[in-house]
Structures are given as structure tokens and as C-alpha cells.
């Protein structure tokens, strides 16, 4: 399965918060997810109009284990993405991978104060 993030995967990172100087760097697959009933979607008011929050589907590596971390983000290029619900998916005895929803977060200028 590590073949398939290496080969196909987007670059994220992976943020703890607690030591993001060198954080773990993988290969995952992000998806928006499209719900067919908008009413569980919700987003953000910001000086320039209103702007959706995207909830993605991740698709990751065994590590690192994005499951024990609270407080923890993905990052992909420009995008942070907060770690809604996050569970590992086994193969035997093996983790073999790591699904979880991610919801893009939006900067608004009450966050930068």
C-alpha cells in the first residue's frame, strides 16, 4: 500500500502543534467529499463574503499515526486541513492504512490577532 502514496500521493504534512519546526512529512490521498444533503455543511463568514468550509476524505499512511494526535492539522501546499475524525484501518494485525474527514480551516483576521 505505501507504494500507491508514494507513487500517487499528494506531499502533507502532518502538524502536532507541539513541534512544527520539522513536522512528519507523507504521501496521502485527499478527496472532497460531496454530500448529497448540504444541510450537514457548514462555513465561515469573513470580511469578504461567505466562504464554505471543504471537508475532505484523507487517505494516508500508517505513519505517522494521525489517530493519537488532538489538536493536530494537515497540511497540503497553501491548505491546513483540522482533523475532524481519524481511524486506522487493519489488515491482519497490521495497520495498513489511515482514513480520516478533514475540514479545510479558513484564516479570518480574529485568528491572526
Do not use: H
Amino acid at each position: 500500500m505505501n507504494y500507491f502514496f508514494e507513487k500517487y500521493g499528494r506531499e502533507c504534512r502532518f502538524l502536532t502543534g507541539e513541534n512544527d519546526e520539522y513536522p512528519a512529512v507523507m504521501r496521502a490521498f485527499l478527496s472532497p467529499l460531496r454530500y448529497k444533503n448540504k444541510m450537514y455543511l457548514y462555513g465561515v463568514n469573513t470580511e469578504i463574503g461567505y466562504n464554505p468550509e471543504g471537508t475532505y476524505l484523507y487517505i494516508g499512511p500508517p505513519s505517522p499515526d494521525i489517530t493519537q494526535a488532538e489538536n493536530a492539522s494537515i497540511a497540503c501546499g497553501a491548505d491546513i486541513y483540522r482533523i475532524d475524525r481519524a481511524e486506522r484501518v487493519y489488515r491482519g494485525e497490521e495497520i495498513y492504512y489511515i482514513w480520516a474527514v478533514l475540514r479545510r480551516t479558513v484564516e479570518t483576521e480574529e485568528n491572526d490577532e
